[in-house]
């Protein structure tokens, strides 16, 4: 039986994981990051401590007194929050540092902070918001240096340069971060489809399973049962003259049909096993061995009549065509009644095979009796080679199985 092995061992599982972990932390949404509000406290602090280096240690303007430390240090603290409201903080820290900078006090000190604002406006909103807030960061920035002193247009420019490279950057690793996000999700969708066609296979391999061992063992078991039967009528008949040339061929019957079960049985499950016939062996029966299902069929008291127009048929057709009819003479030989009169037809027309299987009997199963797989089997054979298949009983009697299957089609090898 074909084994189904499982994608889910344990390095693949686990190397799958890693990668997914690694891209997840790669394009991590920074509103839900772990330790987002921790890590942004630690930053705003390192900034901080940056500003106050920078205030004490750089010649460019006056060193910050009481109010202007206060504003510097000020400004660091909405910076904890930027992810939150990133233009809430943006403003707190424009207006702690717009005053800051009219003071004339050391002016890269507070820069950045007034970056990591930015930036964070860039990473998470959408480029005209970020070209309208860099607009009025740089227009607001150039006003107050003008009103404090006079600065050269390099100086301006480089301040200027500085901010449309921060947003830039933001705007940049947003996009980084758009693109990874579809890397993901279409290797996700890609191993979602992968796990469903597997699924989807691994029932379509079952089902298959089912199909072969019930029209195999229904077919057997039903002709050994008719045969037995006989066997029977025959000893309990007339004790007295027992006729053991008549018990002798039932039983001979009974015997040939275990050794022709037991033979496709086995050939089915090499079949499974082996996806095909290395060892020279055939597939299963196709269309020449609708003779010997008429002949089995005669042997349980059906009187069997075979009409078959047509040579060859590619073998995934001749083999559904094979299980309908062996199903359909099952049948017949189970419902119809003692000695039905069954007609099997098989011709070519208009590039497919046209099949009919037809009986005298009575129409179906009889009346409480458990309904079975035979009639779902053999629609799913012919649907699997891109057939149809109607049946029903028939106007005048009996029970009738007709199915279309076209001679071209590329569907499932049937056995």
């Not at 860039?122 to 920035?141: E, H, N």
């Not at 022709?260 to 597939?283: F, I, K, Q, Y």
């Not at 037809?358 to 179906?364: M, P, Q």
């Not at 458990?370 to 080679?385: C, D, I, N, W, Y």
């Amino acid at each position: 039986m074909t084994t189904v092995q499982s994608s889910t061992t344990p390095a693949a599982t686990t190397r799958p994981r890693l990668a997914e972990r690694i891209l997840a932390a790669v394009n991590r949404d920074p509103l839900t990051a772990p330790h987002a509000r921790r890590n942004d406290t630690v930053l705003a602090g390192a900034a901080a401590a940056l500003a106050v280096a920078l205030a004490l240690l750089v010649d460019d303007g006056r060193r910050p007194d009481a109010l202007g430390w206060a504003l510097l240090l000020a400004c660091h603290l909405p910076l904890p929050w930027r992810r939150r409201n990133p233009l809430l903080v943006l403003l707190a820290v424009v207006v702690c540092v717009g005053p800051y900078h009219a003071l004339d006090h050391t002016h890269p000190a507070p820069t950045p902070a007034t970056y990591i604002a930015l930036y964070t406006v860039a990473v998470t909103g959408r480029p005209l918001r970020t070209v309208l807030v860099g607009t009025g960061v740089i227009t607001l920035s150039v006003s107050v240096m003008l009103t404090v002193s006079t600065h050269e247009a390099l100086e301006l420019l480089k301040i200027s340069g500085w901010v449309v490279a921060v947003l830039f950057f933001g705007v940049d690793v947003r996009f980084y971060r758009q693109y990874v996000a579809s890397i993901v999700e279409r290797a996700e969708r890609a191993e979602r489809t992968r796990e469903e066609e597997a699924r989807r296979r691994v029932a379509e391999e079952r089902l298959r399973i089912a199909r072969d061992l019930h029209d195999l063992l229904a077919h057997s078991i039903t002709l050994i049962g008719v045969q037995t039967s006989v066997a029977a009528h025959v000893l309990a008949a007339d004790p007295g003259r027992l006729d053991r040339e008549a018990v002798a061929r039932a039983l001979d019957d009974i015997a040939e049909t275990c050794r022709n079960a037991r033979g496709e049985l086995r050939t089915t499950l090499e079949v499974l096993r082996e996806h095909g016939s290395p060892d020279g062996r055939g597939p299963l029966p196709g269309l020449d061995g609708l003779a010997d299902l008429a002949e089995a069929a005669r042997l349980a008291g059906a009187r069997v009549e075979q009409t078959v127009r047509i040579r060859r048929a590619p073998p995934a057709v001749g083999a559904a065509a094979y299980r309908i009819v062996q199903e359909a003479l099952t049948n017949a030989v189970r419902h119809a009644g003692p000695g039905p009169a069954v007609h099997v037809e098989v011709e070519e027309r208009h590039g497919a095979l046209h099949l009919t299987v037809s009986d005298d009997g009575t129409a179906g199963p009889a009346p409480g009796g458990t309904p079975g797989f035979g009639l779902v089997g053999m629609r799913e054979r012919a649907r699997s080679v891109g057939g149809t298949l109607d049946a029903g009983p028939r106007g005048g009697g009996g029970f009738e199985v007709t199915a279309v299957l076209p001679l071209t089609t590329t569907g499932e090898r049937t056995g």
